[in-house]
T-cell receptor, first 116, second 114 residues
Framework: KNQVEQSPQSLIILEGKNCTLQ??????????LRWYKQDTGRGPVSLTI?????NTKSNGRYTATLDADTKQSSLHITASQLSDSASYIC???????????????FGKGTTLSVSS | KAGVTQTPRYLIKTRGQQVTLSCSPI?????VSWYQQTPGQGLQFLFE???????NKGNFPGRFSGRQFSNSRSEMNVSTLELGDSALYLC?????????????FGPGTRLLVL
């Protein structure tokens, strides 16, 4: 069964600290993996899209890694800010010919709270 | 350039009623996808429309339907509402919905079914 599991479910860190969010998937065949940030009351915003051949991708203070062999991805946030408080959702696409279709499998997200 | 807009933002209905939600994509985007988000199930894909045709469909009952107009605006309809349909309904647009494309989400319509 195609599944995307994220951990931890929630996380509280102090402002300025780093943190890493995990995403494990069993989706096959794999096409790409996306990380979204969703602020409370707003729609998700894309952070990164990673394909099979990409191991690391950065977007400012956000760095995503992908190990297609172990089917694991992580999102590392450096020097956290209060504005990083949000839900982070991992999405895996499992069919290269069907990018926005039934093969999009979502994790349930990690809720990050950054406190001062 | 304006982002994805959704109307209405909030909606309260009773069981058995039907509801229509609207989504206007970013200008030039031809792909519109719809998602349901609930605390228990997270984000789930409903369907995607491209050039007025439903291209992909998620695992939802037939009570959920949609359509897309020639200007790429899309509507989603839910008939015979159930309590479990209470959720945030998000739509997202992209140029073609193709490989590796970024989707841009609207703010969502929050539906409460009583």
């Amino acid at each position: 069964k195609n599944q995307v599991e994220q951990s931890p479910q929630s996380l509280i860190i102090l402002e300025g600290k780093n943190c890493t969010l995990q995403c494990n998937y069993t989706v096959s065949p794999f096409s790409n993996l996306r990380w979204y940030k969703q602020d409370t009351g707003r729609g998700p915003v894309s952070l990164t899209i990673m394909t099979f051949s990409e191991n690391t991708k950065s977007n400012g203070r956000y760095t995503a890694t992908l190990d297609a062999d172990t089917k694991q991805s992580s999102l590392h946030i450096t020097a956290s800010q209060l504005s990083d408080s949000a839900s982070y959702i991992c999405v895996v696409s499992g069919d290269s010919a069907n990018q926005a279709g039934t093969a999009l499998i979502f994790g349930k997200g990690t809720t990050l709270s950054v406190s001062s | 350039k304006a982002g994805v807009t959704q109307t209405p933002r909030y909606l309260i209905k009773t069981r058995g009623q039907q509801v229509t939600l609207s989504c206007s994509p970013i200008s030039g985007h031809r792909s519109v996808s719809w998602y349901q988000q609930t605390p228990g199930q997270g984000l789930q894909f409903l369907f995607e429309y491209f050039s007025e045709t439903q291209r992909n469909k998620g695992n939802f009952p037939g009570r959920f339907s949609g359509r897309q107009f020639s200007n790429s605006r899309s509507e989603m309809n839910v008939s015979t509402l159930e309590l479990g349909d209470s959720a945030l309904y998000l739509c997202a647009s992209s140029w073609t919905g193709g490989f590796g494309e970024t989707q841009y989400f609207g703010p969502g319509t929050r539906l409460l079914v009583l």
